[in-house]
């Protein structure tokens, strides 16, 4: 792999780390971009706490209309994901980097079924006329408008960041083709690991608080 050089002003070379060489940095960074996210989502949630609050009969009443069997299937197969994405790290640092790739596809290909299953549940709410500004969702009480509008808007916001989980999987195994990612420098992979552990804890509090509240 060749190396970048810089010179000083006395004309000595020195090497230029590559930026998946800089585990500190890279870390430091990536934390900082999950708590925006984790404030994000923070105030959607507290959003959501105080509505409940306001209209505790409404909300349980809409969700009990979610299938709780759909969201619970999408709940297991994210979590069986997160532990394929960390063996496969785990696995890229043992040296085992065939092995990381399987894992990692695998991990992509569990991604696609939670957007397939979920791509199904909301065809089937807006079926039943389940969606913002629907003739039927008009007709209902300001509790349950208020809590199908974060209904879409949350998870909708979730399932944009399993596309991006899927989009950097993709990445990743491209980088370790090229040798960019290999087992003294995963720096990159262990970010996308905890990006993806982090989009796990997201829906773990989504699951309850749209799906069970109303059984």
Known sequence: MNEEMAYDMQGKPHRVPDFHEDYDGGKLGFWIFLLTEAMMFGALFLLFAIYFYRYTEAFATSSGMLDVWLGGTNTVILLVSTYTMGLGTLMMRQGKIRVSVILIGLTALMAVTFLAIKAVEWSMDIQHGLYPNSGVLDAMDKGEILFWGLYF???????????????????????????SVRPDHIIVMKNVTLYWDFVHLIWIVLFPIFYMIGV
């Open 153 to 179: 808007v949350m998870t909708g916001l979730h399932g944009l960041h399993i596309i991006a989980g899927i989009a950097l999987m993709v990445w990743v195994s491209l980088m370790i083709r090229s040798g």
